[in-house]
């Protein structure tokens, strides 16, 4: 049986914070929001939507399980009708699953777009194993370009990265199909190729319309909806990314991280790898382990343990001996 979620309705565009009451009103929820932020998000949208929705916001600045279990119990149907993430992908993705524990609907408001997690029905928590959670997706998403176009360019970046690496991730769906017989949607795949080949094709034109990259965001999420888990969007390169901030003291951003493990993997499966490297440096993301800030040791360390990370067949098969992480890594002018 296919168990397909997606967002209700979604708003793209200038000001779109502005329409946060009209949005709530026409998805028909009720009732006092628990919106959430953090320190920085809340002068940046939180404000607005505070005042839109007449409600305060509150700030959080972990996503610890304890945490989140201490909002959920917060929201009951008497004190709260529904949440709302203001922010990065920490505090949505704390948001998604205080609505889901609290079984509340959920109201997406991303102020920059620089992962995948903004439509999408999964949260990633970082913690010493990272953990991914499938949720429900958000019944609502309100993406403010105006506010979203501010963030900083690395963000941007970021953004563009992880939706180009869809492309590999795809490519280990695929492999994971033919080898291991697992589901493989060919709509999903589709839609999560199409958003990689869009931000590639647009790439120059992004840091001024990020409307472009927004969409293409939340169709991956939609793809990510779609397929019934993160397949579409997150192979090998997200494991090698996960392995990065677990070893890493200052790991890079996810999107960032994702891109180069994206080169990698491209590399190992004999795909196009240098199309994924030149449309990451016309985005402006890094293409090798200097540019992520990381030593090349440390990047070689996550190509060889990135496929004991989580449970999923990719082309890092039983995991990559050292010889041949520092030989694609080499090859691919991701490590000197
Ligand atoms: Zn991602």
Known sequence: ???????????????????ADE??????????PLILCDDNTRGIAGDIVSQQLDCE?????????????????QVTEENRGYV??????????????????SKTPFISVPTSASHDGIASPQ?????????SLRVHCPLGVLGDTKIIGKAPEKLLSAGCADAISNFTAVLDWELAHQKRGEYFGDYAAALSRLSAEIV????????GDVSILVEALISSGVAIGIAGSSRPCSGAEHM?????????????????QCGVGSIL????????????KNALENCGAPTCAGELGIADETVIEALVRAHDIRNRHTILGDGLTEDEAWGVARKTGVVE
């Open 1 to 19: 049986m296919k168990d397909i979620e997606l967002p209700r309705k979604v708003l793209v565009g200038e000001n779109a914070l502005y329409e």
């Open 23 to 32: 949005l709530v009103f026409e998805l028909g929820l009720r009732g006092k």
């Open 57 to 73: 916001a509150e700030v959080t600045e972990t996503s610890s399980e304890k945490e989140i279990k201490d909002y959920a119990s």
């Open 84 to 101: 709302v993430g203001v922010g990065g992908g920490r505090v949505i993705d704390t948001g998604k699953l205080v609505a889901f524990e």
């Open 123 to 131: 949260v990633s928590i970082k913690q010493e194993k990272p953990l």
């Open 200 to 207: 590639i094709q647009k790439a120059e034109k992004i840091s």
């Open 240 to 256: 090698f990314s996960h392995t990065l901030d677990l070893i890493c003291e200052k790991p890079a951003l996810h999107g960032h």
């Open 265 to 276: 993997t491209a590399c190992l499966h004999n795909a196009d790898w240098l199309k994924i």
